[in-house]
């Protein structure tokens, strides 16, 4: 048991699959071995998920699904703590943030039970006699893909409102960090779901993903990851016109304006860009600074950012960890190069500062132009570039000039202004004086290639169900031919 770690039907199997050390990124240590599923029991996982979603009473017993996420939102509470230190563990994030996940995914399971309680049919008289009813029934299979970044927060908005709509599921973490939904996975294994409701699948993109996504039982995809692997996937999503929710990634713009107080909004700043070593998909990456606070706000920036607490994730006082991994450490160390080359300027920062572990100071460049690729590209880590612009026209250019469209930030006192370039900005969620915070009812995601569809909220709920209209009339009554109708 204690090496088995792929569920399927409701028991714990030996994954058959290739054999991976999972590694804390703050000491580059083995924290386990895992070994993951195979491409044939990925295909059990979806055929006990499809098995379970025809034969049980699961997708049409909303009080059981209300009580199992109320259930599960308990246990959840009640291990916080062991849930938040194998968050930090395996993915480096300070322990605050970590509790934050956490309480946040509480929250998420409360919020989508108490809206299957709350939902109402709606049902309309015609004056033809009969009745229609509209009802949201689940879709059935779905196959859940979550990144690295947030494990267990990104995979219960997916999770919850996938259950409490009354589908099945397949869920499949990030080969990098499976551990926090390993242990989630024992909780619901307590809670007693009827068999092959849930399923969980270890494995890298190939194979583990890509049966999930081309394989005909399942339905409906939700995924959350880079915009390549999403486009990868709509393309396959459309050969069987699969239900499918896409969250990518972000180059989303922070835009402070000449009125904003400026030592509030450089907290602001490093919080929008550097929370979560910057490994988030909405962090802002790109400043835009109006021209006559430019230089206070450098000064005052590189100030704070000088006593930036980067370290140990556990200790209490950490603003910074280390990054997921060493690969993806690399990977931001090129794009901090090609910033080079491109001829913008590194203000600061971009150091590695310890010899085990992957951590990396915060990198700040200056002198860019709007074409660079530092400027273009998502490099999901702690790499900002600053920009300044005149007027509001050129800070709207400025923001909206990349193919993504995931969210944007805007620091003035002036909120009629504030609001009035937020409706210019094409992003699925701004925040004016703030920045982060998700609300489990208001819609997450992306425009443009950002994404398709939104999580969280009612708008979370839909995009795990398909619409029905049902059509009563009184046997006897009508007359079948040409019947008038309202
Ligand atoms: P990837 O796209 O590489 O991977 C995301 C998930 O998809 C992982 O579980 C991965 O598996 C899996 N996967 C990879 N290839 C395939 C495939 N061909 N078929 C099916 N599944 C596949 O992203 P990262 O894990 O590197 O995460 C970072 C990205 O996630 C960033 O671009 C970021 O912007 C985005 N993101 C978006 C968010 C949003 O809400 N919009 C939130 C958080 C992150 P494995 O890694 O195990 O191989």
């Known amino acids: 048991m204690a090496q088995d770690h792929v569920y ?5 199997y030996k994954g058959e699959g290739e054999k991976r050390a999972v590694i804390n990124p703050s000491n580059e240590e083995v924290i386990i071995e895992i070994n993951e599923a195979s491409q044939q029991q990925t295909v059990e996982a979806i055929q006990a998920a499809r098995h379970a979603f025809q034969y049980t009473d699961w997708p049409s017993n909303p009080a059981r699904r209300i009580a199992v996420l109320r259930q599960l939102a308990d246990l959840l509470e009640q291990n916080a703590e062991t849930f938040a230190a194998i968050e930090t563990l395996n993915t480096g994030k300070p322990i605050r943030e970590s509790r934050l996940d956490v309480s946040d995914s509480i929250q998420c399971l409360r919020y989508y039970a108490d809206f299957v309680e709350q939902r109402t049919i709606e049902e309309k008289k015609r004056t033809d006699g009969t009745t229609s009813k509209v009802i949201e029934e689940p879709i059935g299979v779905c196959a859940l893909i979550v990144p690295w970044n947030f494990p267990l927060l990104l995979g219960i908005w997916k999770l919850a409102p996938a259950l409490a709509a009354g589908n099945t599921v397949v869920f499949k973490p990030s080969e990098l960090t499976p551990l926090s ?6 909780l619901i294994d307590s809670i007693g779901l009827p068999p092959g409701v849930f399923n969980l699948v270890l494995g890298s993109g190939s194979p583990v993903g890509e049966t999930l996504v081309t394989h005909p039982d399942v339905e409906k995809i939700s995924f959350t990851g880079g915009t390549k692997t999403g486009r990868w996937i709509y393309e396959q999503c459309a050969r069987g016109l699969k239900r499918v929710s896409l969250e990518l990634g972000g180059k989303s713009p922070l835009l402070i304006f000449d009125d904003a107080d400026l030592t509030s909004t450089v907290e602001w700043a490093l919080f929008a860009s550097f929370f979560n070593q910057g490994e988030v998909c ?18 005052q920036l590189t100030q704070r950012l000088a006593s930036l607490r980067i370290g140990d994730p556990f200790a209490e006082n950490t603003e910074m960890g280390p990054l997921i991994s060493s690969s993806h450490l690399k990977k931001v160390e090129t794009y901090i190069q090609i910033g080079l080359q491109e001829g913008a300027v590194l203000l600061q920062g971009g150091e590695r500062i310890k010899e085990r572990g992957y951590y990396l100071t915060p990198a700040v460049f200056t002198h860019v132009r ?3 690729r530092i400027v273009q590209e998502e490099i999901f880590g702690p790499v900002i570039t600053l920009q300044t612009f005149e007027h509001d026209n050129e800070a709207i250019g400025l923001a909206n000039d990349t193919i993504y469209g995931l969210a944007a930030g805007i620091f003035s006192r002036d909120l009629e202004r504030a609001e009035r370039i937020a ?3 094409r992003a699925g969620t701004i925040w ?3 920045y982060h915070t998700p609300y489990v009812d208001a819609p997450w995601g992306g425009m443009k290639q950002s994404g398709i569809g939104r999580e969280l909220g009612p708008q979370g709920f839909a ?11 009184q046997h ?6 040409y019947p008038s109708r309202s």
């Open 8 to 12: 399927i039907n409701g028991k714990w």
């Open 181 to 186: 939904f390993i242990e989630l996975t024992k």
């Open 282 to 299: 909405v962090a802002a990456s790109r400043i835009l600074v109006q021209r006559r606070v430019y230089n206070s706000f450098i000064d």
């Open 370 to 372: 709007q074409d660079m």
């Open 423 to 425: 409706g210019k900005l």
């Open 432 to 434: 004016i004086n703030s």
């Open 463 to 473: 995009a795990f169900t398909e619409t029905k209209h049902v059509n009563i009339s």
């Open 476 to 481: 006897g009554k009508s007359l079948g031919w």
